[in-house]
């Protein structure tokens, strides 16, 4: 398959269905997972990672993991298209700029993804709409059966589940729910968040995971350490705080609609507005605008606009989608061009 046929799909985390979706975009789970008998990728030869990839593929491709479940070499696709796996939440920006032969395989709706040669030899993912992490597990648990049932992992009767990072030596498992936290972030109550899940040993990352910064008002909290707690644990440790936050988040809503009215909505409007009739727009700007539109459509402030279709503009409005769709390399401000014309016929 080309990437590019990846255009003509939307994932299905996108699609605004699912418990709290009004708050909660995603539920992910993670497992990290390496073939016994080789060696970590950190002291891999670029001969045993192409042999890691070759086992793996095969294998991959013949576990009926998923219905029409697709495999994409990332060593043979160019920058643009790394980049625009990554804006999907395919993979990620490391496996994207490693060296040596890696892929990823992806169910038809990307629910399902697994990295092939990223940190570990196989990274497996599910990635549900909305607050479900006991059914990503559930289909998690599944999916991992079916490909140790064709490749054999390294697994020690003492430690569990051996990665190449010690911190997911175990069962290495990461449990995240993405939250959309705008009314926290008005109030600049957001680091009250912070300072309480940081205390009981879980992360806050940005949109896209690891190393990045907040966008659009996304956040990530997930588990950080794996190595002597089961399955069952990590999600009730997520499952014990995304609640609070999503009745705190709601609550300031309806605070802030209750308090000033014409305020909110004059906010949302405006958002909607440059969106609506911009004719150069940045990725940062849009990312802030589409937030505030969201909020708008969740809270009824907009009432003939699609959710799904806010929540896929995040992800095709960014830098290499819009490349994609040109059919070409475009610089900063071609692209803030192209991104404003590109949202305009969107919303319309």
């Known amino acids: 398959m080309e990437i590019a046929e990846l255009q003509r799909q939307a994932g299905e985390w996108l699609s605004g269905q699912g418990p709290e979706s009004d708050i909660v975009m995603s539920s992910r789970v993670r497992l990290a997972r390496n073939l016994g008998g ?17 086992t793996s593929r095969e294998a991959l491709l013949s576990a009926a993991l998923a219905e029409g479940l697709l495999y994409i070499n990332v060593m043979d696709a160019t920058p643009i298209e790394r980049l625009f796996l ?5 993979i990620s920006k490391e496996h994207a700029n490693a060296s040596g032969q890696r892929g990823v395989a992806l169910g038809k709706k990307e629910r399902i993804s697994i990295m092939v040669n ?13 607050y479900q992490l006991r059914e990503a597990w559930v289909e998690m648990a599944t999916l991992d059966d079916k490909v140790e049932s064709r490749l054999d992992y390294a697994f020690s009767s003492q430690f569990g589940y051996l990665t190449a990072c010690p911190t997911n030596v175990g069962t290495g498992m990461r449990v995240s729910v993405m939250l959309h936290l705008p009314a926290l972030v008005m109030t600049r109550q957001i680091d009250k968040v912070f300072h ?9 990352r940005g949109l896209y995971g690891e190393g990045t910064n907040s966008s659009g008002d996304f956040f990530q909290i997930s588990n950080q350490v794996t190595l002597g707690r089961a399955e069952e644990d990590l999600i009730r440790q997520i499952e014990d705080v995304v609640p609070q936050i999503i009745k705190y988040e709601r609550n300031v809503r309806e605070s802030l609609f ?14 909607y507005g440059m969106l609506r009739f911009a ?3 940045t990725s940062n700007e849009t990312m802030e605008l589409l937030s505030q539109v969201r909020l708008g459509v969740n809270m009824k402030i907009i009432e003939d606009l699609d959710i799904n279709t806010v929540n896929e503009l995040f992800i095709l409005a960014q830098p290499a989608h819009l490349q994609m769709c040109k059919g070409k390399k475009l610089d900063s401000p071609e692209r803030d061009v192209a991104r404003a014309t590109f949202i305009r016929n969107w919303l319309e």
């Open 38 to 54: 080789r060696p970590f990728l950190t002291r891999a030869t670029d001969e045993v990672k192409t042999e890691i990839e070759r």
């Open 86 to 90: 990554v804006e999907r939440h395919l």
């Open 118 to 130: 990223e940190e570990d030899h196989l990274r497996l993912q599910v990635l549900c709409s909305g």
């Open 196 to 204: 309480a899940v940081s205390k009981i040993n879980l992360a806050v």
């Open 258 to 271: 209750k308090d000033n009215p014409k305020g909110l909505e004059d906010r949302v409007w405006r958002a």
């Open 279 to 281: 004719r150069t727009i």
